[in-house]
T-cell receptor, first 115, second 113 residues
Framework: ETGVTQTPRHLVMGMTNKKSLKCEQHLGHNAMYWYKQSAKKPLELMFV???????ENNSVPSRFSPECPNSSHLFLHLHTLQPEDSALYLC??????????????FGPGTRLLVL | AQSVAQPEDQVNVAEGNPLTVKCTYSVSGNPYLFWYVQYPNRGLQFLLKYITGDNLVKGSYGFEAEFNKSQTSFHLKKPSALVSDSALYFCAVMAGSARQLTFGSGTQLTVLP
């Protein structure tokens, strides 16, 4: 799990707060992903970046704002969240998007609770 | 469109017995199939994948999976279960023009001592 790290591991925030989740990968990959994992639901892909460029935004509300300053770092900026946004947020990386059989490697996640 | 089904939310097996976690898929084109495992309060760990070639794929921790094209299945198996195998297991697929993994809803495996 040390290949992809995420901070913080736990976060409690009010609906009016602004916070950021950080992801860092040490695998030399070029693609990075944000997923949302809610109880009893399949993983939901939120955003995809390839070589720092956003390639996917799966109709995610604007209160979630991603940032990818380089291929090793990915952020998810949060503001005015709703209680239903409480979930485990997972970051993943893969070599790039050119080869569809590429394995994605996941971080440990940030457990977010919105009050 | 691509989809994955894990028909069992929960699978219980006795330690030492063989285990099977089921996965079926629906895609256009040739599928790329993956299994991941998630332990409590952890991220997903890659177990194995099928890309092409031999239908029996061997992965980490003694797990294997068999690709069956006619039945559109990719069941995860292990000959002898360990208590430490207790976790949440996810099947995922990518196929055709899709560049995203589609995950199943997960199967909670409990291995009883």
């Amino acid at each position: 799990e040390t290949g992809v790290t995420q901070t913080p591991r736990h976060l409690v925030m009010g609906m009016t707060n602004k916070k950021s989740l950080k992801c860092e990968q040490h695998l030399g990959h070029n693609a990075m992903y944000w997923y949302k994992q809610s109880a009893k639901k399949p993983l939901e892909l939120m955003f995809v970046y390839n070589f720092k460029e956003q390639t996917e935004n799966n109709s995610v509300p604007s209160r979630f704002s991603p940032e990818c300053p380089n291929s090793s770092h990915l952020f998810l900026h949060l503001h005015t969240l709703q209680p239903e946004d409480s979930a485990l947020y997972l970051c993943a990386s893969s070599q790039d998007l050119d080869y569809r059989g590429e394995t994605q490697y996941f971080g440990p996640g940030t457990r977010l609770l919105v009050l | 469109a691509q989809s994955v089904a894990q028909p069992e939310d929960q699978v219980n097996v006795a330690e030492g017995n063989p285990l099977t976690v089921k996965c079926t898929y629906s895609v256009s084109g040739n599928p790329y199939l993956f299994w991941y495992v998630q332990y409590p309060n952890r991220g997903l760990q890659f177990l194995l994948k099928y890309i092409t070639g031999d239908n029996l794929v061997k992965g980490s921790y003694g797990f294997e999976a068999e690709f069956n094209k006619s039945q559109t299945s990719f069941h995860l198996k292990k000959p002898s279960a360990l208590v430490s195998d207790s976790a949440l297991y996810f099947c995922a697929v990518m196929a055709g023009s899709a560049r995203q993994l589609t995950f199943g809803s997960g199967t909670q495996l409990t291995v009883l001592p």
